[in-house]
């Protein structure tokens, strides 16, 4: 069964444009969560999205966006880039959206702002 | 509110010397702990986790952690530690009520010395 993919891996955007980040989770995975990770701040919950519908939601501001496709597929978007957004995305796949599924990672997108 | 807290940053470790990788929770209710293993570049993989039962649990790779309430720790441990278990480890809390989310640790840098 593959893993979750994550495209692209390496990204190098200059503040102020948006960026589009693509997450596949594995087959039959229902749920896609998002993390990001900067040497700072750790890893912090970004937003969770169950069939298609936001579930949960992390302390981000409002230019931090995603959704879910009817594949599960999930794009995060984020828009007006900031120095301070370059971190390693992590998205993470699980059957449902109880915490009793386990959840797999992705290997990340590395995003860096210029 | 949940929140972990890794008190130590970084640990060297002899390769076949015992490991221990402290963990302390804040959750009021019955918390769903997890421990997973961050290789440089690569995502987050699942050692073992934690939601009630036994106390001990065993995870993969020979790890184990014990829960203990009334520590509201849940400490990784290793009698005996390989080189290639050099990575970051990071705790994590969970709860029902939050969906998939997983409030993270600062995590742990393990070094293995020869």
């Known amino acids: 069964k593959a893993g979750v993919t994550q495209t692209p891996r390496y990204l190098i955007k200059t503040r102020g444009q948006q960026v589009t980040l693509s997450c596949s989770p594995i087959s039959g995975h229902r749920s896609v969560s998002w993390y990001q990770q900067t040497p700072g701040q750790g890893l912090q919950f970004l937003f969770e999205y169950f069939s298609e519908t936001q579930r949960n939601k992390g302390n981000f501001p409002g230019r931090f966006s995603g959704r879910q496709f009817s594949n599960s597929r999930s794009e995060m978007n984020v828009s007006t880039l900031e120095l301070g957004d370059s971190a390693l995305y992590l998205c993470?796949?699980?059957?449902?959206?109880?915490?009793?599924?386990?959840?797999?990672f992705g290997p990340g997108t590395r995003l860096t702002v210029t | 509110a949940q929140s972990v807290t890794q008190p130590d940053i970084h640990i060297t470790v002899s390769e076949g010397a015992s490991l221990e990788l402290r963990c302390n929770y804040s959750?009021?209710?019955?918390?769903?702990l997890f421990w997973y293993v961050q290789s440089p570049g690569q995502g987050l993989q699942l050692l073992l986790k934690y939601f009630s039962g036994d106390t001990l649990v065993q995870g993969i790779k020979g790890f184990e952690a014990e829960f203990k309430r009334s520590q509201s720790s849940f400490n990784l441990r290793k009698p005996s530690v390989h080189w290639s278990d050099a990575a970051e480890y990071f705790c994590a809390v969970g709860a029902r009520e939050y969906g998939n989310k997983l409030v993270f640790g600062a995590g742990t840098i393990l070094r293995v010395k020869s």
């Open positions: 993470a796949s699980s059957l449902g959206d109880r915490i009793s599924y386990e959840q797999y």
């Open positions: 959750y009021g209710a019955t918390p769903y």
